[in-house]
């Protein structure tokens, strides 16, 4: 079966989301041709760098104005040039003949659905959301299947006009290694502290956060800064008794270990936290799909959200790592996330075998 995965750079949750859904695709059908393309690479690829960097200036540097452009993004939710570029999908989709197409970033749904209105095609079309909060943009006309992470996104879908036969409660795909070995964190003297800036290497915390910790003996802090070298050096020079990590492919190891972990509410995040059930420190979320995953951390108990400009954050986060029975609840909450998730293969839901309509 030849299954075509469409995603994009914008930050690397969506990436990331459509690689852990090639291995879990290939771990239970390992004879299945699984492939992951950017649709930005593809689409536009004179102008895809220029794009991506200037996500990744807005997100970092002015992230009111990508607010603003984020909510706003609503009201035109429909594919722009898609008949100029039908023709490049008609070479995409006749290069990897897919049986099945799996999106893991709203434009690739638009793209295709509107693709499959204009060519009469049948290959069915699902779409993973990788956050709690289902913006507009994610829902396209000729989807078969969405795949969301809670029954709140499923309840926004619905009073949207989405059919609940087509929505399955799967959580927000993660890799495979995040949901293997998980077992009761035993009591230790050290509490382990792990913090996460997500793929674009962005702390949530502040100078004060990291002294604090740094002090404190009881506690044992790592640092994961991505490939944000520049971070990675100031960080390691200024706070010598803090861990501090670059780029590694063992974030599920860190996370397993720690007691907690202070972050940004990614939606990948969050549901790499439930799967490992390490519980959730979150400072201060600003960009407007986070804010959703936050309020659903806050909402499920399975961690703490520092909304609060004036509240001291590492008195905040102190308290609460004194609160064993706190963090033993949220914990215990995950575990129960994890039970009511359909994790059955989408190769399931796609009902074609054989001969593809389109070709």
Same mark, same amino acid.
């Given at each position: 079966m030849n299954i075509l995965i469409l995603t994009g750079h914008f930050g690397m949750g969506h990436f990331?989301?459509?690689?852990?859904?090639?291995?879990? #695709?290939?771990?239970?059908?390992?004879?299945?041709?699984?492939?992951?393309?950017?649709?930005?690479?593809?689409? +536009?690829?004179?102008?895809?760098?220029?794009?991506? %960097?200037?996500?990744? !200036? $807005?997100?970092? =540097?002015?992230?009111? #104005?990508?607010?603003?452009?984020?909510?706003?993004?609503?009201?035109?939710?429909?594919?722009? !040039?898609? @008949?100029?570029?039908?023709?490049?999908?008609?070479?995409? +989709?006749? @290069?990897?003949?897919?049986?099945?197409? #799996?999106?893991?970033?709203?434009?690739?749904?638009?793209?295709?659905?509107?693709? =499959?209105?204009? @060519? !009469?095609?049948?290959?069915?079309? *699902?779409?993973?959301?990788?956050?709690?909060?289902? *913006?507009?943009?994610? #829902?396209?006309?000729?989807?078969?299947?969405?795949?969301?992470g809670s029954k709140s996104t499923k309840n926004t879908l619905i009073s949207k006009g989405i059919p609940s036969e087509k929505i399955v409660i799967s959580g927000i795909p993660v890799k495979p290694v995040f949901k293997e070995g998980n %077992?009761? =964190?035993?009591?230790?003297?050290?509490?382990?502290?792990?913090? $996460? %800036? %997500?793929?674009?290497? +962005?702390?949530?915390?502040?100078?004060?956060?990291?002294?604090?910790?740094?002090?404190?003996?009881?506690? *044992?802090?790592?640092?994961?800064?991505?490939?944000?070298?520049?971070?990675?050096?100031? +960080?390691?020079?200024?706070?010598p008794d803090i861990e501090v990590i670059g780029y590694t492919d063992k974030v599920h190891e860190y996370m397993r270990k720690a007691d907690i972990i202070i972050t940004k509410s990614g939606g990948i995040t969050t549901f790499e936290a439930i799967n490992c059930e390490t519980p959730l420190y979150i400072i201060k979320p600003f960009l407007s799909q986070e804010l959703g995953n936050a309020e659903f951390i806050e909402s499920l108990n399975i961690g703490r959200v520092l909304w609060s400009k004036n509240i001291d954050a590492a008195d905040d986060f102190l308290s609460l790592m004194e609160n064993e029975h706190l963090l033993c609840n949220m914990r215990d909450n995950m575990r129960r996330i994890k039970k009511h998730l359909d994790l059955r293969s989408p190769l399931i839901f796609s009902g074609l075998k054989g001969d593809n309509p389109c070709f």
């Open positions: 990331s989301a459509a690689e852990a859904l090639k291995q879990e #695709i290939l771990s239970k059908e390992p004879e299945a041709n699984v492939d992951v393309v950017d649709i930005l690479d593809y689409m +536009l690829p004179n102008l895809s760098r220029i794009i991506y %960097g200037t996500f990744n !200036f $807005m997100v970092s =540097k002015c992230s009111g #104005i990508y607010n603003f452009f984020y909510e706003e993004s609503a009201k035109y939710v429909q594919a722009p !040039f898609k @008949r100029a570029f039908i023709k490049k999908v008609d070479r995409l +989709l006749n @290069r990897y003949q897919p049986e099945l197409i #799996i999106s893991t970033l709203p434009v690739c749904s638009q793209y295709i659905s509107a693709y =499959k209105g204009m @060519r !009469f095609c049948n290959v069915p079309l *699902h779409t993973y959301i990788t956050d709690i909060k289902a *913006h507009e943009e994610w #829902i396209a006309k000729n989807t078969d299947m969405y795949f969301v %077992g009761s =964190k035993k009591a230790a003297d050290t509490k382990k502290v792990l913090i $996460m %800036g %997500g793929g674009l290497g +962005l702390i949530p915390s502040s100078g004060k956060l990291l002294e604090k910790l740094g002090e404190n003996k009881s506690i *044992h802090v790592t640092v994961i800064t991505g490939k944000n070298e520049k971070l990675y050096l100031k +960080l390691k020079r200024k706070y």
